[in-house]
């Protein structure tokens, strides 16, 4: 790797180069001197409640953020990724570790390392030149994890405070970046009409800017989780609907993520529909992907009246977490013809319309009926049209929950009618 000195020379020097990247990057977090005394001579109002900031962490908070972090992200120096913590036994022991940092104010010396990773600027001129590097620093997940916790406390605490001025709008919920950014530009425009001075400072050392404009108004990105007990063919009817195909025999599916993509009245839909696992030994999953969705499929089997149950249970657990969310009931299996199915279909469908306001579709993976009704539904009850239109795109991709990297391994074997 080369540099360019302050002579204008290229340098190769590998211990000139490291000192250039050291001097370079240390310059971008040079402390503000004197900050501490202007933090010790402000005004502030002591009589504010602070309990709620020093009270112990909560095993509940631990969990929740364990849940929150992302899944085959990169990790730190101690190579601990976010899924091995989510589990019972993990998030118990990290619970202990974050009790002990937050009771004596000290943290593990793993977590005040990271590992800066620089990536080139696009549009920058010079690949040569340090500062035109970002420097993404990888530090402990268990870290980030325990710096969720207090962050997620002050946010509230502010909020609910009403600390902030209504002039603050980075990293608060609910404050559009565009909204804020068009107010600003209005306020400039109408400012330079006049007599008034106005100065301008280089971001260029920020964060680099999107390659497009902004979304455009008719492009939608929308995510969908299918549900249901083991074995009742969540995995064909995705198969059926993204490439029209069944396979009689699989492997159970712990999490994987299909995207297609959709002409749907007017609006370009990106679809992301995540196949679950069809037992519960993944509740921080499960409860992740509820969290994380904008409509949900849940799947029985007319041959299988137990699975129902299985149906019953998902959604009351995604009705606890998100009161009103599109949900259409779907009886696979259709293609079967038993007295247990015709008996309980039409008891079945009035619950779901009825008691539940969702949706409700029978259909054949095997035979691949109804199958695009499924999701019509869905997109209907999201106020989306409910007619795909001619130019439907068929490039469809098949991807793990993660977009680079392999998809779960599958274990186990079950045939699907």
């Avoid at 593990?108 to 696009?122: A, E, R, Y």
């Avoid at 149950?309 to 009103?324: F, G, H, N, P, T």
């Avoid at 619950?351 to 993976?365: K, L, N, R």
Wanted: with cysteine; charged share 25%; hydrophobic share 35%.
């Amino acid at each position: 790797m080369a540099i360019v000195d302050e002579n204008g020379s290229v340098n190769t020097n590998r211990s000139d180069v490291m000192n250039k990247w050291k001097t370079d990057f240390h310059s971008l977090f040079k402390r503000k001197t004197g900050a501490e005394t202007e933090l010790d001579s402000g005004d502030f109002n002591t009589e504010i409640d602070v309990s709620t900031l020093n009270a112990s962490i909560s095993r509940a908070e631990d969990l929740d953020a364990v849940i929150r972090a992302k899944s085959r992200k990169a990790t730190g120096i101690d190579d601990i990724p976010a899924e091995v913590l989510k589990n019972d036994t993990a998030i118990d022991l990290l619970h202990q570790i974050i009790m002990g940092c937050f009771n004596l104010g000290k943290v593990p010396i793993q977590w005040k390392s990271g590992i800066i990773n620089p990536i080139f600027k696009h549009g920058s001129d010079d690949n040569r030149n340090p500062i035109n590097y970002r420097g993404i620093t990888l530090i402990s997940v268990p870290c980030k994890i325990y710096c969720n916790i207090l962050n997620y406390r002050l946010s509230k605490w502010l909020e609910d405070n009403k600390i902030l001025c209504d002039e603050q709008n980075g990293f608060r919920r609910g404050r559009s970046c565009e909204e804020h950014i068009h107010s600003l530009y209005s306020i400039i425009n109408d400012q330079s009409r006049g007599a008034k001075l106005i100065s301008s400072r280089d971001m260029a050392s920020t964060r680099q800017r999107s390659g497009s404009q902004g979304a455009a108004s008719n492009e939608v990105h929308y995510r969908i989780v299918v549900l249901g007990a083991a074995g009742v063919g969540k995995s064909s009817i995705i198969s059926q609907f993204l490439y029209e195909r069944f396979n009689s025999e699989y492997k159970e599916t712990v999490e994987e993520l299909h995207r297609g993509q959709y002409n749907i009245g007017g609006i370009k839909l990106t679809l992301d529909i995540l196949d679950t696992a069809g037992h519960r030994e993944f509740p921080a999953m499960r409860k992740l992907a509820i969290t994380t969705s904008d409509a949900f499929v849940l799947v029985y089997s007319v041959t299988d009246m137990t699975s129902f149950d299985e149906v019953q249970k998902l959604r009351e657990e995604i009705i606890s977490q998100r009161s009103k969310v599109p949900i259409v009931i779907v009886g696979n299996k259709a293609d079967i013809n038993t007295d247990e199915s015709t008996m309980d279909t039409e008891t079945i469908e009035s619950i779901a319309c009825v008691d539940w306001e969702s949706g409700f579709v029978q259909a054949s993976a095997k035979e691949n009926t109804n199958i695009v009704g499924i999701f019509q539904e869905l997109l209907r009850l999201s106020k989306f049209s409910n007619s795909f239109s001619p130019d439907l795109l068929r490039r469809r991709m098949s991807m793990p929950a993660s977009l680079s990297s392999q998809s779960l391994v599958k274990r186990q074997s079950c045939v699907i009618s």
